[in-house]
């Protein structure tokens, strides 16, 4: 019997470069200014259902629950397991030993924690060092996720499970802070709705992460001393989004393996289906609240019942019914993805201040103030694509 590493590689899996094409481009576009758009016709007395709907699920929420956009990260996070199942048994079929595969996810996960390190440093004066970046995350995790490919899923399953177990435990024993606790020091003004009972183990910068962050940052040389992350992000979430590569690693090794394509749909459809039952079982329970935040392990299983659903949707139309075309300009990106987070990363001003400079204010402002926002972003994201459209027809693709 084949192996994951010596079965025959099937083509290209065209839906994986779309689905990731528009996770990247969502990244990149910064939710398209959606929710600037919303709150200036706010300001200008236009309460629109309907933009105000958009504002909502083109922001993060601000703790706990889901918006659309909470759900690009993971996203990314799971195609990197799917890629991986492609990506080193291809490098196996080609003859590469075991040991040059695990050298090189370990220089692949050192740059990434590099460059999203570098990423984060945003031109500032300031002397840190922060480790939340989505590279970042996906590079302290790499090496360990190269570790479990090639094994039986049942073992690639049951870390995943061990892996949020032990983290939830992690944060079930730290201590919640007691009710002299000054939260001010955390970043955490009089009207923060605290969680209550069992879920305040996942408060807002009093967690077990947290903690964490506040000795292991304080290790870097700083000009001030850490003491909170205002968007509550912590380090340690590195651990349970593994657990999301992992599932997308599990996912290539179906979507590679031989059953049949309507097998795989259905099979990607009810882990979909059970990602958001046990995540949503958790969350209602009250045994673990859903915040991405800090990637809460309802949270691991509600978003990556999300992300199957939306792979199992791109498979069917694409692979499946062989609806191909449309998705072109999502591909461009896809075959591209570190590139234009990178662009997105340090050139967004750049390109922005490129169109201004040739064709003045005007594509910006037609539309009136309110809209601004999102023409910025639309003409800075076909600037960036249009560049990548170079580099793809260039046969350029810039990988770690």
Not at 49 to 64: A, D
Not at 323 to 336: A, C, D, E, I, Q
Request: proline share 5%; with cysteine.
């Amino acid at each position: 019997m084949s192996t994951p590493a010596t079965r025959p590689l099937p083509p290209r899996l065209i839906s994986l470069d779309a689905f990731r094409g528009l996770a990247m481009l969502a990244m990149a576009s910064g939710g398209l200014g959606l929710h600037r758009v919303a709150e200036n016709l706010r300001a200008e007395g236009v309460d629109s259902p309907l933009w105000q709907t958009l504002g909502h699920h083109f922001e993060h929420v601000e703790w706990i629950g889901c918006s659309l956009w909470d759900l690009v990260q993971p996203s990314f996070m799971f195609m990197v397991g799917v890629a991986m199942a492609y990506s080193y048994a291809s490098r196996a079929a080609h003859g590469q030993s075991y040991g040059r595969m695990l050298r090189h996810a370990i220089v692949r996960s050192i740059v990434l924690v590099l460059l999203g390190i570098f990423l984060r440093s945003d031109g500032r004066d300031q002397t840190y060092f922060t480790f939340e970046d989505v590279l970042t995350q996906i590079g302290l995790g790499y090496t360990f996720l190269f570790l479990l490919w090639g094994r039986p899923a049942a073992i690639q399953f049951s870390a995943a499970l061990g892996i949020l177990a032990g983290y939830w435990m992690l944060f079930y024993v730290y201590p919640v802070p007691g009710p002299e606790f000054d939260h001010s020091t955390v970043g955490l003004g009089e009207d923060w709705p605290h969680l209550t009972g069992l879920a305040a183990h996942w408060d807002k910068n009093t967690n077990a992460a947290a903690a964490f962050d506040v000795w292991f940052l304080n290790l870097f040389p700083r000009e001030q001393p850490f003491a909170y992350n205002s968007g509550g992000y912590q380090t340690l979430s590195f651990v349970p989004s593994l657990t999301t590569m992992i599932f997308g690693l599990l996912a290539g090794e179906l979507l590679r393996g031989p059953r049949s394509e309507r097998n795989k749909f259905w099979r990607l459809v009810l882990a979909g289906l059970g990602g958001l039952i046990a995540g949503d079982l958790l969350h209602m329970t009250g045994l673990c609240p859903i915040v991405k935040r800090i990637w809460t392990p309802s949270w691991t299983l509600f978003s990556t019942g999300w992300v199957c659903l939306a792979l199992a949707g791109f498979y069917g139309v694409v692979d499946v019914l062989g609806f191909r075309k449309w998705t072109f300009p999502l591909v461009v990106v896809g075959m591209n993805s570190i590139t234009i987070y990178v662009l997105a990363g340090l050139t967004k001003g750049w390109f922005y201040e490129s169109i201004q400079t040739h064709f003045g204010t005007r594509p910006f402002d037609f539309l009136g103030d309110a809209y601004r926002p999102l023409l910025v972003q639309l003409w800075v994201l076909l600037a960036m694509w249009l560049f990548l459209y170079w580099l793809y027809r260039q046969r350029i693709f810039i990988r770690i």
